[in-house]
């Protein structure tokens, strides 16, 4: 633990890493601050309806991306949400869209001309949720909330705006931290958003099980332990991966008959057991809404059952169909993103083989096999933490919002987020010969 303070205290001996990491704390100072700023039209006093709505349900997982925006009817209210949907549409459209296809392909240059993409669809994407957000304050909100009147044509035409502007900000915010800030901008967003409410939901819990006398603080301390355990499960998801040992052929090198072994370091590929990420939960997640949409429609019993089983977010048959969509977008995501093909091919370009396995299409299916057995687990693991928050609210009666840090896609974004953040500083200690925040050791010299 000193080594490690040691080697944090090393990051502010470095100019460029300092200002870097400053950059990142400004720009995310600023979202935070945006996060509090009301649309202009509604007064800020008359938002109860609206936190009421957010306290459980599908609005607290709004909520908990936007940082409370969604809840206090900010300008950021739709946070940077739109763009991380627009990016995944351009993801899936690339495997059928040859165009995208080509993009991918060619380098910086396509790589450009996605964002752009990407961009122009996330405007796309807000102009469709502004109307239907700024609907959902009219249904939420008492007349009086709206200062320009009820269902003005200039409060509904500004608001749209600047929720357009809004998101497009926040857009550029995330990518400022990207390019001038220590990386993951758009990650980092998210995962302050979701921080923002975790000392307001330990408070709640603290005032539940203590002042109250619910369970008392020694229930409490167990909470935590649990706690503790799903984030080190979920460091373990992040960080686990399935080495397949990899031979390169021996050249004969200048002088003395030496032979080297030659093709690169590297003697081993890194398969990830969750390659997917979180992108699973996020796809389920945003499939989760349709049903209740789609049955709040219609008036009918039955229509009103499924509503209900799908708004209850901690429900049995609502998580029942989280988890198997969860496990299925898991094959679906690992299928598409890690190229087996690709990784064969490059092997069989610089001399290397696996051992038993034959270069060529050999190869890739040998790649595609292991890439599924070990997806399945992983799979499962993923759904299980996906799940998690429901099962403490089911076992041992925790607050909803503090259930919420439990598990979910907010976990393991902030799991995510927090261990690729830590591997961007780390290098850059490692280039200025230091020791690194994910290793101890002596410190290094630099080699003349």
């Known amino acids: 633990m000193k080594k490690f303070f040691e080697s944090l205290s090393n990051v502010w001996k470095i100019e460029e890493l300092k200002n870097r990491i400053l950059v990142t704390l400004g720009l995310l100072l600023v979202y935070r601050f945006g996060a509090h700023v009301t649309l ?12 009421g709505q957010t306290k459980e349900g599908i609005g607290s997982i709004l909520d908990m991306f936007t940082g409370g925006a969604f809840s206090k009817a900010s300008v950021f209210a739709l946070g940077i949400m739109p763009y991380i949907s627009a990016s995944i549409v351009v993801q899936l459209m690339g495997i059928a869209i040859p165009y995208l296809q080509k993009l991918q392909s060619d380098g910086e240059s396509g790589r450009k001309k996605i964002n752009q993409i990407t961009r122009w669809l996330t405007i796309g994407i807000t102009l469709v949720q502004g109307p239907t957000y700024i609907y959902n304050l009219y249904r939420t909100l008492p007349s009086n909330a709206f200062l320009l009147g009820f269902n003005s044509f200039e409060f509904l035409f500004s608001s749209v705006v600047i ?30 958003g979701i921080l923002a409410r975790f000392p307001q939901a330990f408070i709640q819990e603290f005032t539940t099980r203590v002042t109250n006398n619910n369970g008392g603080l020694m229930l409490l301390v167990i909470e935590v332990i649990i706690w503790m355990l799903v984030i080190i499960s979920c460091v373990l998801l992040v960080m686990a991966v399935r080495k397949i040992p990899v031979q390169y052929a021996r050249r004969t090198t200048s002088g003395d008959f030496e032979q080297d072994m030659m093709g690169g370091n590297r003697q081993w590929i890194p398969l990830k057991l969750n390659a997917s990420g979180v992108m699973p939960i996020i796809f389920a997640q945003a499939i989760m809404f349709i049903p209740a949409a789609v049955a709040g429609l219609s008036k009918s019993e039955t229509s009103q059952t499924i509503v209900s089983a799908f708004s209850d977010i901690f429900g049995f048959w609502y998580n029942f169909v989280f988890a198997s969509l969860i496990v299925i977008f898991t094959f679906f995501y690992t299928a598409i993103t890690v190229p087996t093909n690709k990784m064969s091919d490059d092997l ?5 083989f696996i051992p038993g396995v ?9 790649l595609d096999k292991v890439m599924s057995l070990i997806t399945f687990p992983g799979s499962l693991f993923l759904a299980l933490i996906a799940v998690f928050p429901a099962i403490v609210v089911s076992l041992m009666d925790v607050q909803q919002s503090w259930a919420m840090f439990f598990g979910g896609t907010s976990l393991i974004i902030m799991v995510g ?20 925040l994910m290793k101890s050791g002596k410190n290094r010299k630099a080699v003349a």
Do not use: C
């Open 40 to 51: 202009p039209g509604i007064d800020a006093t008359q938002l109860t309806g609206l936190a």
């Open 163 to 192: 929720l357009v502007t809004g998101t497009i900000f926040a857009m550029w915010l995330g990518e400022k931290i990207t390019d001038k800030g220590i990386g993951n901008g758009i990650s980092l967003l998210i995962m302050v």
């Open 348 to 352: 069989k370009r610089s001399g290397g």
């Open 358 to 366: 034959r270069p060529g299409a050999e190869t890739s299916d040998y």
């Open 417 to 436: 987020v927090a261990i690729d953040t830590m591997q961007q500083i780390n290098s850059y200690l490692l280039n200025k010969h230091y020791d690194g």
